[in-house]
Nanobody, 125 residues
Framework: HVQLVESGGGSVQAGGSLRLSCEASGDTTNKKCLAWFRQAPGREREAVAS????????DYADSVKGRFTISKDNANNTMYLEMNSLQLEDTYMYYC???????????????????WGQGTQVTVS
């Protein structure tokens, strides 16, 4: 079982930056694909970015391309999401997720991920 804990959320002015972290613990052996999702109340959870553990291949939702960067530190079992040029529309609860997926892309449905963090709120004003 894998435990995921996000941190780094907060309030920021439009145009600002934040870096989210997701620390994994437990048996991460089979968690080959990591991803960030975000969700607003009453709305579907949407993918932000994904990263494949083995080769570091990344993928992004169109809405964040060029502004957000996903990365990982395998030695510390930590994943990051660097968010720049934040916009009002980036205000969401952000979640990290892990799964054993044959295809690790940002368009993979959230239902295929088996481990989730508790979320961290990002508010842009």
């Amino acid at each position: 079982h894998v435990q995921l804990v996000e941190s780094g959320g907060g309030s920021v002015q439009a145009g600002g930056s934040l870096r989210l972290s997701c620390e994994a613990s437990g048996d991460t052996t089979n968690k080959k694909c990591l991803a960030w999702f975000r969700q607003a109340p009453g709305r579907e959870r949407e993918a932000v970015a994904s990263i494949y553990i083995d080769d570091g291949a990344t993928d992004y939702a169109d809405s964040v391309k060029g502004r957000f960067t996903i990365s990982k530190d395998n030695a510390n079992n930590t994943m990051y999401l660097e968010m720049n040029s934040l916009q009002l529309e980036d205000t969401y609860m952000y979640y990290c997720a892990a799964g054993f997926l044959m295809r690790c892309r940002a368009d993979v449905p959230h239902s295929l991920y088996t481990s989730w963090g508790q979320g961290t709120q990002v508010t842009v004003s």
